[in-house]
């Protein structure tokens, strides 16, 4: 295989890789809180042929003698877009909007007898019951606890109402009695382009001391004294669904442009080869 079929074939694996983002922001467009993943690409390295032995305008010539020759491109990493998206009202008490970019609630995953701490913007919150319906626990849609600053948030059964106030507390009502459930635990990404998404809309951190960086550097709380989200609403997806069609026929007709690369050189080889 030469040269330019081997650049074209690396480069048609990377654009797939593209195109598999691309297609998971468009299927995403209409889930609440997701966030725009943007793939980003590099060249590979490059090979300089010194072909020339006495090159043309060699005198006071500042780039190198011969050709550079590169290997193709690959995709260099794949960033979240944490900007806000579309507030939509829906009015129901436990649904909640972040207001500012960056932020984002914190939530507790256990698998595989393994627990962390993952961060999503997704505010759809429920009431599970639990200690035998005695007490029930603020969670996400899928059952995963959201922690507030002293851990999950637990409330005691038998209030009457249940709100989210703008600064994250949460307040119910018992009889003529208000009550401070607990504290929406926000936190601020200080580093959002090295989170990794964990599935189910939501996000993790990454291996913090192979990148030389501690928690607080990573993660910074936010002051509980201001109004970070608005209550009776839910943020929706921060897609962009004309710019992802672009990107989509962009990469698609690159992908074809590196498939006609490979036909052709068969091709001329195959002419080469009946050259008598």
């Known amino acids: 295989m030469s040269r330019t079929m081997i650049q074209a074939a690396v480069t048609m694996n990377q654009l797939q890789n593209k195109l598999d983002v691309v297609g998971n922001n468009m299927a995403n ?22 072909n020339m032995t006495d090159p043309a305008n060699g005198e006071g010539r500042l780039t190198p003698d ?25 009015d ?6 972040l207001l500012e970019k960056n932020h984002l609630f914190q939530i507790q995953v256990t698998e595989n007898d393994m627990t962390e701490t993952r961060y999503t913007r997704d505010g759809s919150f429920y009431l599970s019951p639990i200690n035998d319906n005695q007490d029930v626990m603020l969670t996400t849609k899928d059952g995963y606890p959201v922690l507030g600053e002293n851990g999950p948030i637990v409330i005691a059964e038998g209030f009457d109402e249940i709100n989210i106030q703008p600064n994250g507390q949460i307040s119910v009502q018992r009889g003529n009695v208000t009550e401070n459930a607990g504290n929406l635990a926000i936190t601020e990404a200080a580093r959002p382009r090295l989170l990794e998404t964990a599935g189910d809309n939501a996000f993790r951190l990454p291996d913090l001391d192979e990148l030389g960086y501690d928690f607080a550097e990573m993660m910074q709380p936010v002051d509980p004294g201001t109004e970070v989200l608005r209550s009776g609403a839910l943020e929706q997806s921060n897609v962009d669904l004309s710019q992802q069609m672009t990107d989509m026929m962009n990469t698609q007709r690159s992908y074809q442009f590196n498939a006609r690369t490979i036909s052709m050189s068969d091709q001329m080889m195959g002419l080469v080869n009946q050259l008598r």
């Open 29 to 50: 467009s209409q889930t609440t809180g997701y966030k725009t993943r943007q793939a980003d690409f590099s060249s590979l390295l490059f090979q300089q042929i010194d």
């Open 66 to 90: 011969g050709v550079r020759v590169g290997s193709g491109a690959r995709l260099g990493s794949v960033n979240i877009n944490l900007s806000p998206g579309a507030i939509q009202e829906t």
């Open 92 to 97: 129901r008490a436990l649904d909640t909007a």
